[in-house]
């Protein structure tokens, strides 16, 4: 029996089913809970998501997004859940300690079997069953290799479908990185013939910005922006200040990063955002001669893929960009 099926036979035998996923959600996380949650209810089980924090606004044209349960609004609700709970899905995280300290807690403390479905490097050994694909470009993806590899592709639809492509979309920068594999477009193609709508997700995903969006960006873009050229690595950084003057929503910075690595001659590109007394810190880079994940793992307490990857700093903005700027002749050769 390959892992798939075992997987599948542990949904049919469970009486509670709980999917979660990493803090600080995005598109795959929210793609692969969603994907995963309509097939199982496919099969015929009851099964609840339950996220440490909300999904951004972007993301909320998702079916099924609405029943999401988080620990910042639910958790007593969630803990007994947790209690009563024989499987838990760990999707999108290769440790405990990426779901927060509160969901962390009733991970360890209750003894439900787990599945972990994950596509980062070194996983923590915790899980009953364990999906490690380090090599493919998401989560989203290994839920696709689920449902096809466990003899379930009849079920694929345009409600499991919508959500995992999307994961896929965001995880690989629209399919621009070299995570990005021939197996990739045909798990795509899969899904399209599923029904799933591609250019109304691309669509729904790029034209739905606010004003205060668009002047955020033009802001960030104009005044905030620097390019270190000796090193063709460029920097953002917005303060938690200049997120309120224009009224910042989560959600509200996605890409920016992805806008500054755009420009010509870019190997790497930082964006640093001051949220809830912490600076949060995107990583982004192209081809194979430039990992920035290596960089955020030794130092701001990060990592991820080789060229997408998250950090955080406790230290001032001014601090934390004098950090930077010293350590990148040390990670990026002129």
């Not at 592709?153 to 990005?180: C, H, M, N, Q």
């Amino acid at each position: 029996m390959n892992v798939y099926n075992s997987i599948v036979e542990q949904i049919k035998s469970a009486s509670s089913i709980i999917i979660t996923a990493h803090k600080s959600p995005d598109g795959d996380s929210i793609g692969s809970s969603l994907g995963l949650y309509h097939f199982i209810k496919k099969l015929g089980k009851e099964v609840v998501i339950c996220h440490p924090d909300p999904a951004p606004d972007y993301l909320l044209f998702l079916e099924g997004v609405e029943t999401i349960k988080t620990m910042s609004n639910e958790n007593l609700e969630i803990e007994h859940l947790f209690e009563k709970s024989d499987l838990i899905f760990c999707l999108d995280y290769n440790a405990t300690d990426r779901v927060g300290e509160g969901m962390q807690y009733l991970l360890e403390k209750f003894e439900a079997k787990k599945i972990m479905i994950d596509h980062h490097l070194n996983p923590q050994d915790f899980a009953f069953i364990t999906v490690s694909e380090t090599s493919v470009c998401s989560t989203s993806q290994l839920i696709v290799e689920l449902i096809e590899q466990s003899g379930n592709g009849d079920l694929l639809d345009e409600k499991i479908g919508t959500p995992l492509y999307l994961g896929i979309l965001t995880d690989t920068g629209s399919f621009r990185f070299p995570s990005v594999q021939p197996r990739t477009h045909e798990i795509l193609a899969k899904l399209l013939h599923a029904g799933v709508k591609h250019y109304l997700v691309h669509e729904t995903l790029n034209d739905n910005n606010t004003f205060d969006r668009l002047r955020l960006q033009g802001y960030a873009l104009s005044q905030k922006m620097e390019v270190i050229e000796e090193y063709n690595v460029a920097l953002i950084w917005l303060t938690a200040t200049e997120l309120e003057k224009y009224n910042y929503k989560k959600g509200d910075t996605e890409g920016f990063v992805n806008i500054a690595l755009s420009i010509k001659g870019m190997r790497a590109a930082v964006f640093f955002g001051e949220r809830d007394g912490i600076i949060k810190i995107s990583f982004r880079s192209k081809g194979t001669d430039n990992p920035v994940n290596v960089l955020a793992s030794e130092n701001f307490s990060g990592g991820g893929h080789a060229n997408a990857s998250g950090g955080m700093s406790d230290l001032t903005m001014d601090e934390t960009l004098a950090k930077i700027k010293g350590l990148i002749p040390q990670y990026f050769k002129k």
